[in-house]
């Protein structure tokens, strides 16, 4: 642990992936961070004024300020850049330009267009209509399955390209993100990727680490109490 992990707090859910990644960032490099929930869907107006984009997670460091917009940050992959730079050790920005560029995209690739086919096709469509009493929307679920998810998996197996991590020979923030928002489908519903084995063999290897494992573990008590099985996407 070190002295100044204690300032961290990241507002949030581990319910969100990018909250999950925020987390396994901090575990890996032995960082301590509160986590303190907030209903981002009905946000207190202390939270609106940190999180212009009204979204999770947002970093406070407390060493910087302890109330307020100073000392936060208010998106994930700024949020890890930055306990990058403050925590460097281990890395999880690989060194050669290249790798390192490969890396920020496989992030940004996960949490834009994967987490949209995750999150929006297929978490929310069973998750927040069970949250609200409905019957799930397998219907949309399983359409985003069939029709979105293979050409993003598709890519995401050819981009390891027989290598056990996305960039740079060592895990980095691409392995984490890609891992972190593929779990949001695993929260609700069995994720068959024979198809994907690369990328399969990848999810195994890395969701069994404990900075993933761990704050996946509490999303998923989370989400039992509400869903107590997963759903059939095929
Ligand atoms: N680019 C942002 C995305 C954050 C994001 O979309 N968070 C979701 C939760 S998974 C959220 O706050 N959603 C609130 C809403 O849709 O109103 C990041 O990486 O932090």
Known sequence: MTDTAADLVLYGSPVSPFVRKAVAVCLEKDVTVDIEPVDVFNPPQWFRDISP????????????AAEGVGGTIADSS???????KKHPSPTLYPADAFAYGRA?????YAD??????????IFRPIFFNAMQGKDP???KARAAWAEDLPAIL???????????YFAGGALSIADISVAAVLMQIALVAHMPLDDFPALQAHFARISARPSIAGP???????????????????
Request: charged fraction near 30%; aromatic fraction near 8%; charge should be negative.
């Open 53 to 64: 984009m009204k979204r999770i997670p947002v970093l406070r460091d407390r060493s910087i």
């Open 78 to 84: 700024a949020i890890c850049g930055y306990i990058e």
């Open 104 to 108: 920020l995209f496989i992030e940004e």
């Open 112 to 121: 834009t267009h994967l987490a949209a086919a995750c999150g929006l096709g």
């Open 137 to 139: 929307d397998l219907a």
């Open 154 to 164: 598709g890519y995401l197996d050819g981009a390891l390209d027989g290598e056990d």
């Open 216 to 234: 996946f573990a509490k999303a998923d008590g989370f989400i039992r109490k509400t869903l107590p099985d997963r759903f059939d996407l095929t």
